[in-house]
């Protein structure tokens, strides 16, 4: 078992552009979590997915910011016309179910960078 | 709502000197609480959560429902042991998302 793939690790995008970030969650798995952290900062969740449904987005910002989880393939976080403020590390994680037992097994990370 | 604060951002001990990790929490149920660690250039990690009531590294962590905290302790910290640790709360109803603390970063002097 690879673990949580993320690609692709490094992502550099001008202001404006889209940033299409991919998450494939361990074998088995069918819950994914998306979480961004700002330079100097925690984590901060964003998302919360199952299989073609989104659980929880609270952490979403309600413009430019979608996920989605396929029946098929990889999880998606996009940002559409990005800005600077974007520039941060997107991680991954998948559990096998919801809730606390279960613990969250995370991806190296995505490092977008927005000129 | 679900709140988890680190009060102190950075922490500085010596080789061989006890360490003590803060973390409180809010939440109006029944929480599951967990410290997650990540190494340089790792991907974080579980290192334990308060049901498993076990010691790992020598890290141990005690869930003080009366106090809202579960701070990480270990008693001889060793150079290995820098790194970034981040204490986890997740609410015990269907769907609650995790929410970590801001970090704490331990950095362990020779």
């Known amino acids: 078992n690879a673990g949580v793939m993320q690609n692709p690790r490094h992502l550099v995008r001008r202001r404006g552009q889209e940033a299409r970030l991919r998450c494939s969650p361990m074998k088995g798995h069918s819950h994914v979590y998306w979480y961004r952290q700002l330079p100097e900062e925690g984590l901060k969740f964003m998302v919360y997915?199952?299989?073609?449904?989104?659980?929880?987005e609270s952490g979403m910002p309600k413009e430019r910011f979608s996920a989605e989880f396929p029946k098929e393939g990889p999880s998606i976080l996009r940002i559409q016309q990005v800005v600077r403020g974007d520039s941060a590390a997107y991680f991954c994680?998948?559990?096998?179910?919801?809730?606390?037992?279960?613990?969250?097994?995370f991806g190296p990370g995505t490092r977008l960078t927005v000129l | 709502a679900q709140r988890v604060t680190q009060p102190e951002k950075l922490l500085s001990v010596f080789k061989g000197a006890p360490v003590e990790l803060k973390c409180n929490y809010s939440?109006?149920?029944?929480?599951?609480l967990f410290w997650y660690v990540q190494y340089s250039r790792q991907r974080l990690q579980l290192l334990l959560r308060?049901?498993s009531r076990e010691s790992i590294k020598g890290f141990t962590a005690d869930l003080n429902k009366g106090e809202t905290s579960f701070h990480l302790k270990k008693p001889f910290a060793q150079e290995e042991d820098s790194a970034m640790y981040y204490c986890?709360?997740?609410?015990?109803?269907?769907?609650?998302?995790?929410?970590f603390g801001p970090g704490t970063r331990l950095s362990v002097l020779p």
């Open positions: 939440y109006s149920g029944s929480p599951e």
């Open positions: 308060h049901i």
């Open positions: 986890a709360l997740s609410g015990s109803v269907h769907g609650q998302n995790f929410v």
């Open positions: 997915l199952q299989k073609e449904n989104i659980i929880d």
């Open positions: 994680a998948s559990s096998p179910r919801s809730g606390g037992n279960y613990e969250q097994f």
